[in-house]
């Protein structure tokens, strides 16, 4: 089973149907249906209940919505090492650099963004959500051409 960090602004697109919601709901649906395993870093959940605040969610459409993230993908959390490594790192943006490391520490097959640009210096593969879809079905396809031969 593939392993994928799931970053934020594919979340966002999910819940604003935002920019190809469509893909980024599918990555979410395969998560749910355990055809992928879903990884998101603790500090994506704490900015997102901030952006949903801002966006005038109340506290019960809030902790629903972060209660079925929390049901379906798991959590990585950044310790001190990774910290620092991300200091190091060739990614600019440190938030991104911090994603980038938690994915390199947890093994992860790919990070899915749909900020491509932010990652070009990642020591990880990346892709967006559309291309993550394609992976995860070719994927699966070749699986099941294996196991009938």
């Not at 959590?75 to 994603?99: F, G, N, P, W």
């Not at 291309?131 to 994927?139: D, K, R, V, W, Y």
């Amino acid at each position: 089973m593939k392993k994928v960090l799931i970053d934020l602004n594919i979340i966002l697109d999910m819940l604003n149907k935002r920019m190809d919601h469509q893909s980024a709901v599918a990555i979410f649906d395969f998560c749910v249906k355990k055809r992928i395993k879903g990884y998101v870093c603790s500090h994506e959940i704490t900015t997102l209940s901030y952006f949903l605040e801002k966006q005038k969610y109340s506290v019960l459409k809030r902790n629903k919505l972060i209660n079925k993230l929390l049901n379906n993908l798991s959590i990585l959390t950044a310790h001190e090492q990774i910290l620092r490594r991300a200091l190091e790192s060739d990614i600019k943006d440190y938030e991104d650099a911090v994603i980038d490391e938690l994915a390199l520490n947890e093994k992860i097959d790919f990070i899915i963004t749909r900020d491509l640009k932010d990652f070009k210096n990642s020591n990880n593969t990346i892709c967006n959500a559309r291309e993550a879809i394609e992976i995860i079905e070719t994927g699966e396809n070749l699986a099941k051409e294996n196991s009938s031969v």
